[in-house]
């Protein structure tokens, strides 16, 4: 619309007609980055509040947060002409306007969409281009150069598991398509990474027998499971137990596509 454009999906960074433009700092970064997680839904007074200051709140709070609001509107007008209008008040809090277009959590959400309307007319090379998509649009730690403890502890959090969640889904539909030797590294990179998320070393057991790797499937059971023990002094999910004994059998109506 005003050519501005955001990336939320790593460090924060700022685009104008494609040229990357210099970040706001201090408060005014934190109410961009806490609108532009929020795009198009209005973002309410005491909740930006939260973001910016926690439990420091200046004098006169919502004083201080229309002068910052006032601040990110110069911020926006300098870099693009107009595109102050992208920061509305509503009813309550304040609304930033942006379309999958200028903002890359819209586009990863639009794909994510799409990924799934290819599932469903079956169509597994579309699903997989989608979500390969999707997730190359993620560069990093989310909001790594944002300063704001409420920011880092609720919504990092969501957007990290909405990540892993894309991750997890591009590797069934790898596994589906019969990517079993190309996915055992990716998947023993995602294990050592995420030791506890239990659906990794779901898929990378399933990938490693299909690649005719039993033992090995069978070793990244014991791992886990060891792991699993040592840490919260539980067993695997049932489904790895599951997949476990199939392996064990030789069960191909579980371990065939």
Excluded at 117 to 124: M, S, T, V
Excluded at 146 to 172: G, N
Aim: hydrophobic residues 45%; glycine residues 8%.
């Amino acid at each position: 619309m005003y050519g501005v454009g955001l990336k939320v999906l790593g460090p924060l960074e700022a685009a104008v007609d494609g040229r990357r433009a210099e970040l706001p700092k201090g408060g005014q970064r934190v109410l961009l980055a806490a609108l532009a997680l929020n795009a198009g839904q209005v973002v309410p007074l005491d909740q930006l509040l939260d973001h910016l200051w926690g439990d420091r709140l200046p004098d006169r709070p919502r004083g201080a947060l229309y002068s910052c609001v006032s601040r990110l509107r110069q911020w926006l007008d300098r870099h693009a002409p107009g595109s102050a209008g992208l920061l509305t008040t509503s009813s309550g809090g304040y609304v930033l306007e942006l379309g999958p277009g200028e903002l890359d959590l819209l586009r990863f959400r639009t794909l994510m969409r799409e990924a799934a309307a290819a599932g469903e007319r079956r169509d597994l090379a579309a699903q997989s281009a989608r979500l390969r998509e999707a997730l190359a649009l993620w560069r990093g730690p989310v909001l790594a150069n944002v300063r704001s403890d409420t920011l880092q502890q609720t919504e990092v959090p969501r957007l990290t598991e909405e990540y892993l969640r894309a991750v997890e889904w591009r590797c069934e539909v790898g596994l589906a398509l019969g990517e079993h030797d190309g996915m055992v590294g990716e998947l023993r990179a995602l294990t050592d990474r995420y030791p506890f998320r239990e659906r990794f070393w779901w898929q990378l057991m399933l990938a490693l027998s299909r690649s005719g790797r039993r033992v090995e499937a069978l070793a990244a059971y014991r791992k886990v499971s060891s792991q699993l023990r040592a840490e919260f002094g539980v067993d695997p999910d049932l489904e790895l137990r599951r997949l476990q004994m199939a392996i064990l059998r030789d069960d191909h109506s579980v371990l065939s596509l």
